[in-house]
């Protein structure tokens, strides 16, 4: 480990491509189309995410995937997918459109919250790993669920860090813990992250990646938050690589207690 | 059910009048993350007046956040305006002498192809309450045309059975409208003079129904207008709360209709919906439910409806008739139900909300049926 300098650490491989950024970008809420490829360039993310349902065919200057770079990896996710057969046919549909063999599947049945049915979900995964597809499940941090989905040939786990949208940072911080110590397969932290500094956090831990969308589409300048951002991941990241100290309660007691094993 | 809410909250309101309320339970709903049904009472009670704009910055706020700086744009499609209903607020009732007219299914493709021309992809089809003229059947032929043309398909007709929303959904349809005009059954009983609409409890479950049968997308509202406003908000917020509990799978929305001009001589009597009055509602409604999403057409103004839009608004009609036909120069024309008030193109409305700094959403739903996207090789970059 200590040999590790941070300029080789560290690509990160899923579905047999290599990623040097761990930050993947959301393009929902935006206030236009072409503030998006401003805001990947700015926080140097190679996965975009994009709602199947958001994505316009028939009309070319609406269609986000015409502003987005080419060498960029697509993330299509199965958002207003309500079931594991909704999820798949999704699915489906976003790859005979060309949107590549990755998808995000996002299953859910609660629009209050936006909270990912895990049922479901491991179903959909199932299936569309058989598929050939690069499948990445939006989920509860759940260890079970995770299990299920490792087994069931996913290529990352995506806990959320708190409900889609609400900015609150990483309220499920023991349960992703818990999830980085015992699954081997990368995990993003997905939803909730609203400040570059819980995108840290979450680097620090060692989550493999963080994927933020609301947080950057509706600050001010979305453009300077994407890269403010990305600056975090990587801090983060580098932190996470350099192995932090140990955290100490109180300053080294002057009397220590176990002396006398060394006294005579 | 919602009507026993409905039922229970109807004796309960007694005991909580307007004026009770103070301005330390308006702030103290503008505090809260969740607020409760008091807070909501609150909120459009006299003493919430002085602070609209304190409401208006948190709306603001939570809507961004939910819903981000998009508006989903959609427009309606009058397929006929038969009715054996007498409403005494609309063009339609049985009784008034205009011209009837029911799009043939040739003309609905034709009225398709208008549409779509636009780039609208979010449809909503209406008919007046004719089982006769404009049966289920008929509305499934219609949906059977129209679906290649557009990713969402939503109604908005006469209320249905459990069983034949579903098979609409099966067919096509993923989403659904419909007002309940008056809560309150007396007002309900004094406009609605006679027809089958005059059954208020089966038209207030129509949402259920809807749901159960599959539909993704439930919208909602009062006819403002009718009934006194604040017990009327009040019961299609307390309405859309009951649909997010008890169906959270669903998406569910508000539209604020209020009273247009119309043929006939029904005159609103209750207190008058002004624009300070449709801006507290809708606060209210922002406040008390921040996913909830809030529909605003063309019966207000191109003004009002660019002053409203970053209250709270996430869903606009644009380009709108409500007439039978007239969007393609093939069809002939009926009768409008009202006047609009905004009868801006869609590619202006567009062009205003880019401005506004929103982006026009024209797709927002996988229609999952038999629908295969264009390559993206094939779109131009």
Known sequence: MAEIT????????IGGIALDSRLLIGTGKFSS???????????GSQVVTMALRRVDWKNPQENILNYLPEDIVLLPNTSGARSAEEAVRIARLAREAGCGNWVKIE????????????????KATEVLVKEG??????????LGTARRLADAGAAAVMPLGAPIGSNRGL???????????EISLPVIVDAGIGRPSEAAEAMEMGAAAVLVNTAIATASDPVQMAQAFGMAVAAGRMAYLSGPGARREQAEASSQLTGFLREG | MFYDVYKAWRENLSQYPAEAFEAGDVLRALNRDRLDRLDLLALLSPAAQPYLEEMAQKAHRLTIQNFGRTISLFTPLYLANFCSNRCAYCSFNAQNQITRRQLSLEEVEQEARAIAGTGLQHILLLTGESRQKSGPEYIEACVERLRPHFASIGIEVYPLEEEEYRRLYEAGVDAFTMFQEAYDEDIYAEVHLAGPKRNHRYRMEGPERACRGGIASVNIG?????????????????????LQKHYPDVEVSISMPRLRPHVGTFQPVASPVTDPVLVQIMLAYRLFLPRVGLTLSTRESPELREDLLPLGVTRMSAGSLT??????????????????ADDRPVDEIVKMLRTKGYQPTFCDWVNMRERTPALRQSTAK
């Open chain 1, 171 to 181: 309220k499920t911080r023991e349960l992703v813990r818990i999830l980085i110590e």
């Open chain 1, 133 to 142: 597809f690069v499948v990445l499940p939006y989920m509860s941090p759940d």
């Open chain 1, 6 to 13: 941070l300029q080789q650490a560290d690509a990160m491989e």
């Open chain 1, 33 to 43: 189309h072409e503030v998006v490829p401003q805001v990947i360039k700015a926080s």
């Open chain 1, 107 to 122: 299953v859910v049945q609660d629009q209050r919250y936006l909270l990912p049915d895990n049922f479901e979900t491991v």
């Open chain 2, 222 to 242: 009062a006819l403002l207008g009718l009934g006194e406003w604040r017990t009327e908000s009040f019961f299609t917020a307390l309405h859309a709360e009951y």
């Open chain 2, 323 to 340: 007439s039978v036909g007239g969007y393609s120069e093939g069809t002939e024309t009926g009768s409008p139900q009202f006047e609009i």
